[in-house]
Each structure stands twice: as C-alpha cells, then as structure tokens.
C-alpha cells in the first residue's frame, strides 16, 4: 500500500490468540474481506473491505507474542482511502459517515478482539506494540501525538485517570470513543 494518508489501527496488547480467530472472522463476514487461513503462527495477508460506500485494501499483521501464554498483536494498516473517506484533505472538512463509518470499523474490531484499547493513528513512524499503560500514557501527555481516533472500553479501571484530559467523549459499542478530525 503506497498512499499519501495511510493509518494503522493498533490494538492495546497483550491480546489472547483466540482473538485472531474473532477478529478474522470478523473482517471476513461483516466486512467482506478474504483472507487466507491462519495456522496460529504470526500471520500477515493483505485485502479489501467495505466501510460504508467505499472499498478499502486493507493489511492485517499478527504476533504472536508468546505460545505458552497464547497472547497475540494484532495491528491493521489501511489505505488512505479509509482516512480520506472520513476527512477531505483539500477543503479539510470532515464528511460525518465517512469518519462514523471509519470509527465504528475500529470500534467493531477492537470489540471482537476483547481490547481494552485501540488507536487509530498515521503510520508515518515505527511504534512499539501499543500497551495500555502506553495508551493511557500518550492520552494523558501534551506532548505526544494521541492519533486520529482512541477508544477505551467502558468497562477499563483507566477511565477516571483519562476523563478528565479530553472532552467530549462519545460512547458506541462498548467503549468510550474520542476522534480527532
């Protein structure tokens, strides 16, 4: 995927490896994606998927992080289409069903896969596997860059330490939402 605005949504770690499985299954029957069969080993495939009206390539990476323990990183890159969709990078207006389409994709997979958090930011740098403490971390800071959408599941004991430093919260599914369009 060569494009200007492409994103990568990052799941908070450590994540169980049977929601590789939810999260395949996921993308492949409500989004329309194909991919190849998973063998529990790290996994990457690359497809297209359906957010609202648009077709979007989409590529997924697991790792598995640790065989004993069975937990897993599941990260999604995703073409500038996605992010396009939801901001008019020109008149730098945001279209409202291109960004709900965009952040209940996020939304939706974050849930299938049980994380207490998920980011979805530019992928112009190379991160560490996003962790909760580091998510709630970079929520909290001024100086770093918090991305373009964060959720929080509602049921997270980091909620009272990160309410208070952004406004205007939203909730869908089950997780707090905030976006920065």
Not at 64 to 86: G, M
Not at 141 to 163: F, K, Q, R, T
């Amino acid at each position: 995927m060569s494009d200007y605005w492409p994103t990568i949504l990052e799941l908070t770690s450590p994540l169980m490896i049977t929601a590789v499985s939810s999260v395949l299954d996921l993308l492949t029957i409500e989004y329309m994606a194909d991919f190849h069969k998973w063998y529990e080993h790290d996994f990457c495939d690359s497809s297209t998927v359906i957010l609202g009206d648009n077709e979007v390539w989409i590529e997924i990476q697991i790792d598995v992080r640790n065989l004993d323990t069975e937990e897993a990183q599941i990260t999604i890159r995703l073409e500038s289409k996605a992010y396009e969709s939801a901001h008019n990078m020109i008149t730098q207006h945001t279209n409202q069903e291109g960004r709900k389409d965009l952040i209940k994709f996020c939304t939706d997979i974050a849930e299938s896969a049980c994380a207490e958090g998920f980011r979805l930011r530019f992928d112009n740098k190379i991160l560490p596997p996003l962790n909760i403490s580091e998510f709630v971390r970079i929520l909290k800071s001024i100086d770093e860059d918090p991305g373009l959408i964060n959720g929080l599941a509602i049921s997270s004991v980091h909620w009272p330490e990160i309410n208070s430093y952004w406004l205007e919260w939203n909730t869908l599914d089950n997780y707090y939402i905030k976006d920065f369009f």
